[in-house]
């Protein structure tokens, strides 16, 4: 992400005859954002969970296993950290994160090789253009092994944040201790999950779902009427 742009790009890889890997882009989106910085890539990451859950459905079986990287160590440390209570620009978008894909799904990797960068220059180069490219074909870590790649999870980084990135982490932090009761509370008011979510199921599935779920509290209310007008005849 940039100061005015957030974007994430998905790349499709399967293992060669020589243990090495192929790496294709996808597809991949971008958004015009006028926050910090550490936002834009909390955005660009929301972007990235978005295109995953929407290829999980299309592929379905198909995906063995994916990975979501970021080169912010700040929204790494936002999507990864559960103790903190953010505040509520960063708190909807990790839980919109965590809700699409796995939570410890997320790596860090440096700047310099994450090709979705590209999307966020505001030009082009000739070079990109070029179905060799980075932007096309990834930089060479995508296409090894990446247990053994430069990326790391969110406990490799933890003790090794600087002081600024510490002061940005914290300045989404609930700190205030009248704020974070108040944040506690309406954590402890909301409702449970839903007992159908219509964008994991799909509209067809949720639907009929809730026909059961209404139904049979239908059925409940019914015999709870019942057995009050039994009661009262007696």
């Known amino acids: 992400a940039s100061t005015n742009m957030s974007a994430a790009a998905v790349y499709a890889r399967f293992r060669r005859k020589n243990g090495m890997f192929s790496c294709e882009l996808l597809t991949a989106r971008s958004r015009s954002v006028a926050y910090t910085v550490p936002r834009n890539e909390l955005c660009s990451n929301v972007l990235a969970a978005e295109m995953l859950f929407s290829l999980k459905k299309s592929f379905g079986e198909k995906i063995e296993s994916y990975l979501i990287m970021t080169d912010s160590v700040i ?87 600087t002081d600024e990135e510490l002061e940005a982490i914290n300045k989404e932090t609930v700190v205030d201790p009248i704020a974070e009761i108040n944040h506690i509370q309406k954590h402890r008011d909301q409702k449970p999950e839903n007992l159908v979510d219509f964008v994991k199921l799909g509209f067809k599935k949720a639907f009929h779902r809730l026909a059961l779920v209404i139904r049979y509290v239908s059925r409940l209310r019914h015999r709870a009427h019942m057995r009050k007008q039994v009661s009262n005849d007696k």
């Open 75 to 161: 929204a790494l440390s936002w999507l990864s950290n559960t103790q903190k209570l953010l505040k509520p620009f960063c708190f909807n978008r990790v839980r919109q994160c965590h809700r699409l894909a796995d939570p410890t799904c997320w790596r860090h990797i440096p700047g310099v090789t994450n090709p979705a960068d590209h999307a966020t220059k505001g030009s082009v180069s000739e070079d990109l253009l070029d179905t060799d490219s980075t932007w096309f074909k990834g930089y060479p870590w995508m296409r090894e092994d990446l247990n053994k790649s430069a990326l790391k999870t969110y406990e490799d980084i933890c003790n090794s944040l």
